[in-house]
């Protein structure tokens, strides 16, 4: 069996890994809701709820020293990538164990140790950052490679386009997985691009385009793995859009009204989770006690997590004026 | 000593730092097989090859991007900017990511990379190649801004940029990368904050940095001379970190202060230089420190309203003779 057919069949514990951190996911982003909407969390906040499948199927494919650039909508990519529970969450506190010392918040969470290159406040601005980061892997020799999740918004963006040639042009080992959960902030993807399928503009840079369903991690797995296989051995980018949804607004606090209850409720029917769990129960990989055993781990995780930030202490005034400059 | 144009020690920066450190990187549009838009990056592509001196295609946006997502990951690379006036398509990544990203990442990631290349106006290209940048970029925390007016410092000091951990501006200007002028031998570098007194003198401090030394500060100094006005001119060479106590020595022996620049004069660098020297010297000065600058206007085209938006020799002397009431 080569390598390629392998990661097309991941095995039961890469199975029950992918439904762990989903579920995983998924509960850490309900609690960053629920606790947003009850005041305890402010600031801008973009929970990942419904797309679930994308970082983790994608993340399966990675090692913990390849690198990732995320979005305003990071979290599940940065769970996903293997970032401690606890530090993120004391981050979205604001406190001093967050992951950036309470400096960064949500929209910039990193990870030097994992290969997480952040998070980044301005859609598309994550991707030349990834083609930074294979660059570097080209130059050090190392068969690393990057990914940048990317959301719809970011590829009507100038430096989506910039970045897809200048990979291909330099030959650069990135993943741009594109995240189409339908929406920029309110404008429906119809509105804003002419082409059905987003992956069908990789043909204008001469580089590898592939749509799949994001709602099936399965699916997400199985491209990505050939999308990363093609990366690090062929040093070839690839553009792999994945059709997703997000179940609330674009921040915690946005209605969603520019979109119908039936529709949102369709996508729930869909929901990825459901669908892998489903399958697992089928299949004997998981029966109904490992299932709410996942879920409660799931659930004390993430109440550690919650603990854990709210004990930390919050950054006197001179932290902020820390890390400006490593010397100055 | 050697005596080399500002082109060639600019060059011998960089390729010296590339010799001495595998992990520095040469990247911009027309650096490598076309030697660079005004050959600073003259042989460098034939020296050390393609992985480590790359063409781009025109996308500013994306290769300065890219060169902080290198950064990020041990690279040094060194990005150049066919001019700081493209550079504004790259000004997101610049100020977004580049400057930023120590700070929002709680000092986790730093990022040791050079943005190089001409500032400023240089004859007749009009409005959108003749900005001067300094200010801009000096008002954005995170980022270190570097100027240079003669071959030596020039060669110094983009060496000490390359090696610094921290993003670094670094301006230079296309009408004197034929200047020449001395260069020690063997390896030296000038550290970032510490200015030079290029002229000596006792009754007025003109403070001007990159070609404006050259081309104002040091010829309205000779003019001054034959008046019997001993100018000292002080050269900050960066602008970020500044070194102000350097400008306050000049200004507790002088009693009077000139500040020349090509920046606009609205928020331009000397304001921020008169503020310190008000706060500081308050009561050394014998008069209120005079601005020479650009005019608060897109550069135009014509020779004869570009000549009369720029600074020149006879405004420095107007405003010398002014703060010493001659």
Not at chain 1, 92 to 107: F, I, T
Not at chain 1, 265 to 278: G, P, T, V
Not at chain 2, 105 to 131: D, E
């Amino acid at each position: 069996m080569t390598s390629m057919q392998a990661q097309r069949r991941p095995d039961k514990e890469k199975l029950r890994w992918m439904y762990s951190q989903m579920v995983l996911i998924r509960t850490f982003e309900e609690r960053v809701q629920q606790d947003y909407m009850s005041g305890k969390l402010v600031g801008a906040i973009h929970v990942y709820v419904g797309e679930e499948a994308v970082a983790v199927g994608v993340c399966g494919q990675l090692r913990k020293d390849d690198y990732v650039t995320s979005t305003h909508r990071g979290h599940g990519h940065c769970i996903a990538k293997g970032l401690d529970l606890r530090r993120m969450m004391a981050e979205l506190y604001g406190k001093v164990d967050g992951q950036c010392r309470g400096k960064g918040g949500s929209m910039h969470l990193c990870d030097l140790e994992r290969g997480m290159l952040g998070a980044n406040g301005i859609v598309s601005a994550g991707l030349p950052l990834a083609c930074g980061a294979a660059l570097s892997a080209n130059l050090r020799h190392t068969d690393q490679v990057a990914v940048a999740f990317l959301g719809d918004g970011a590829s009507n963006a100038g430096a989506f386009h910039e970045s897809l040639n200048l990979a291909a042009v330099l030959k650069l080992p990135v993943v741009f997985v594109l995240e189409n959960n339908g929406y920029a902030d309110a404008t429906h993807i119809r509105y804003a691009a002419r082409v059905t399928n987003l992956a069908d503009r990789a043909a204008g840079y001469g580089i590898p385009g592939v749509t799949v369903d994001g709602m099936d991690v399965l699916a997400v797995h199985e491209a990505a793995g050939e999308a990363v296989a093609r990366a690090r051995s062929m040093r070839t980018p690839t553009l792999l859009e994945c059709k997703t949804y997000r179940y609330y607004g674009h921040y915690v606090g946005d209605a969603g009204q520019y979109r119908s209850k039936e529709e949102v409720e369709a996508y729930r029917q869909k929901d990825c989770i459901s669908q892998l769990e489903q399958r697992l129960l089928q299949e004997g990989i998981l029966s109904e006690g490992t299932r709410r055993e996942y879920r409660e781990q799931a659930t004390e995780a993430v109440e550690d997590a919650v603990r854990f930030a709210q004990n930390s202490p919050i950054p006197g005034p001179e932290v902020g004026l820390e890390d400006v400059y490593v010397r100055y | 000593m050697a005596n080399l144009s500002i082109r060639d020690a600019l060059n011998q920066a960089m390729t010296e730092e590339m010799a001495r450190d595998p992990m520095v990187f040469l990247m911009g549009e027309e650096v490598g097989a076309y030697n660079g838009a005004y050959k600073v990056s003259k042989g460098m592509l034939a020296q050390f090859g393609p992985q480590r001196v790359y063409d781009t295609p025109i996308t500013e946006g994306g290769f300065a991007g890219l060169g902080i997502g290198a950064a990020m990951t041990g690279l040094r690379p060194i990005i150049e900017m066919m001019t700081f006036n493209f550079a504004l398509q790259a000004i997101d990544q610049i100020v977004n990511n580049a400057a930023k990203m120590h700070l929002m990442s709680g000092g986790q990631f730093c990022i040791p990379i050079v943005f190089r290349g001409p500032n400023g106006a240089a004859h007749m290209l009009a409005a959108q190649h003749s900005q001067s940048f300094e200010s801009f970029y000096a008002q954005v925390p995170g980022l270190k801004v570097v100027t240079y007016s003669d071959a030596k410092d020039a060669k110094g000091l983009l060496k000490t940029a390359i090696r610094d951990d921290d993003p670094v501006i670094f301006l230079e200007s296309e009408m004197t990368y034929g200047q020449q002028g001395d260069v020690p031998d063997g390896e030296y570098t000038i550290p970032l904050g510490v200015g030079e007194v290029k002229r000596p003198g006792t009754d007025v401090t003109i403070i001007a940095w990159s070609k404006l030394v050259g081309q104002l500060a040091l010829p309205a100094a000779e003019e001054l001379a034959k008046m019997g006005i001993q100018a000292e001119v002080v050269d900050p060479r960066t602008i970020k970190p500044l070194d102000e106590e350097l400008i306050f020595d000049s200004v507790r022996k002088t009693n009077r202060v000139v500040i020349v620049e090509e920046n606009f004069k609205f928020c331009g660098v000397g304001s921020e230089i008169s503020e310190r020297i008000y706060n500081r010297c308050f009561d050394d000065l014998d008069a209120p420190v005079e601005r020479v600058t650009s005019h608060d206007v897109p550069m135009p085209y014509a020779h004869s309203l570009e000549s009369a938006v720029l600074p020149n020799v006879g405004r420095v002397i107007e405003a010398v003779k002014k703060v010493l009431y001659v």
